[in-house]
């Protein structure tokens, strides 16, 4: 089946550094990717649609020059979040659509990355 | 604004028995839905999914019901088992290829 890969599993880094989290599709192409944020007890929330070769869509409240999303090739895409601060410590997870099809509707979640701003 | 809801934070099951997950939606444009099973610091697990053509979808022990008028649709876990205890989430999506929105989980605890 699809397999999306999500690097790095945990992250802690420095306030006001950056921090890339990468989001691949194994096995599949993947025009669209989403990326979601996680608080403790709460729900996923989508932060941003991520097309191949676009810009991407960002979700009301999300601020798009400090979750910088790269969707470069049909297999890869990247979130920055930069000049992080402890607030934005959470758990990020990426989706990957594939066409269509198949009893999840092509949509296949990472593992999520655990960042921690120290 | 939350389009999908689980109204219920935590549900708590002994082994063997049955455990019912419900959701609520808001948006009748929603016409696909999916079931997620999610353990912490982990993502989460495609479990069972549900178009609206259909009110019931069953695949082993997993089994979702939706009934459109009342925008609503439910899990059943029958019987229920110890590693099944995670968090569930329920997502729907409008029209294919649209992205999913979740609601805010339910915690199942599944006691031996």
């Known amino acids: 089946g699809a397999v999306v890969s999500q690097h790095p599993s945990w992250v802690i880094c420095k306030s006001g550094t950056s921090v890339k989290i990468e989001c691949r599709s194994l096995?599949?192409?993947?025009?669209?990717m989403f990326w979601y944020r996680q608080f403790p007890k709460q729900s996923l929330m989508l932060m941003a649609t991520?097309?191949?070769?676009?810009?991407?869509?960002?979700e009301q409240g999300v601020e798009k020059d400090k979750f910088l999303i790269n969707h470069a090739s049909l297999t890869l895409s990247t979130l920055t979040v930069t000049s992080a601060h402890p607030e934005d410590s959470s758990f990020y997870i990426c989706?990957?659509?594939?066409?269509?099809?198949?009893?999840?509707?092509?949509?296949?979640f990472g593992s999520g990355t655990r960042l921690t701003v120290v | 604004d939350q389009q999908v809801k689980q109204n219920s934070p935590s549900l708590s099951v002994q082994e063997g028995r049955i455990s019912i997950l419900n959701c609520d939606y808001t948006?009748?444009?929603?016409?696909?839905f999916l079931w997620y099973k999610k353990y912490p610091a982990e993502g989460p697990t495609f479990l069972i999914s549900?178009?609206?053509?259909?009110d019931k979808n069953e695949d082993g022990r997993f089994t979702v019901f939706l009934n459109k008028s009342a925008k609503h649709l439910s899990l059943h876990i029958v019987p229920s088992q110890p590693g099944d205890s995670a968090v569930y989430f329920c997502?729907?999506?409008?029209?294919?290829?649209?992205?999913?929105?979740f609601g805010t989980g339910t915690s199942l605890t599944v006691i031996p």
């Open positions: 989706s990957a659509r594939d066409l269509w099809t198949g009893s999840n509707y092509g949509y296949t």
């Open positions: 096995d599949f192409q993947a025009t669209t």
């Open positions: 991520s097309n191949e070769g676009s810009k991407a869509t960002y």
């Open positions: 948006n009748s444009m929603f016409d696909y």
């Open positions: 549900i178009s609206s053509i259909k």
């Open positions: 997502a729907a999506s409008a029209g294919t290829g649209n992205q999913f929105y």
